[in-house]
């Protein structure tokens, strides 16, 4: 791995807006900007890398951009998550899409804010709370200032609502209807091609190997925290909703108009050179 991206993934600081320019040139920026049906790509585990294949077979999808997001829960080896984008590039290469450099990206501070500060207050008020949904929320969230600056309009994420049976509280249809009109609120479109895809053997089929669910990826200290220990899963989705309506949402709408406000001076800066180089043509 780079060392500069080692050292990224180490001391995780702020990273949402403002990329340095040996991960994200001015050069890929026009070059992003000016490739049409370009997508932002969520990548993390198996399904991930499924969902940008299914997108790509299903959509007028012609480049990726392949970005990974830290929260500061994640510990294992990072190489992995670098490993499944070759295997991505090279599984795409014979659909004629670009797949272009990865993108590293995410705010703890942001995390923390949204997922851990206020636990005890969320069990107190909706009498059920598990960090697993305001993280999704912000792994979604995290990535709208990155889509608005190179100009893309779509968002690829893995989550399904079934794992063969296994319920997963951040991934049920209220939560995930809660991140696909988040996204729409800053004119984004959240694709989730695998939504309804039940069976873990579909999803090794889309991929084309063996690749059980949970392997080959990073691990998180909060895995299966809302699980009771016999595993057994309690949905309580009206607690769910109102955690996300009346917490969640505000809170990463907040934080997200505070990093577009740093994007939207650089968009006009970038639109006012493009119109100066061709008003000297």
Known sequence: MDKKLLEILVDKPNLVADLPEWMLPGSAINKIRNTENTAIAEIAGR???????????????????????????????WDVTFEKIVLLKRLL?????????????GSPKFWWKLCGRYAMHMFKSFGFYSHCIGCHLYLHAIRIPIAKKLGCHTVIGGERE??????????????????ISFLEKFGIKLLLPLRHEKSGEKIEEIIGETWDEGRGQLECVLSKNYQEPDGK?????????RFLDEFAVRIAEDAVIGYL?????FVKKLKDTTKEKKTEL
């Open 93 to 105: 290469k014979n659909r004629n899409v670009i797949v272009f450099n990865p993108i590293v990206l």
């Open 261 to 265: 406000e740093k994007i939207g001076s």
């Open 162 to 179: 079934l794992h063969d049976g296994k319920i997963k509280v951040n991934q049920t249809g209220v939560a995930l209807d809660a991140y």
């Open 233 to 241: 899963v309690q949905l309580y989705e009206d607690a769910i909703k």
């Open 47 to 77: 399904d991930s890398i499924a969902a940008v294949i299914r997108a790509c077979e299903t959509n007028a999808i012609k480049a990726i951009i392949p970005t990974i997001a830290y929260t500061g829960t994640e510990f294992g080896n």
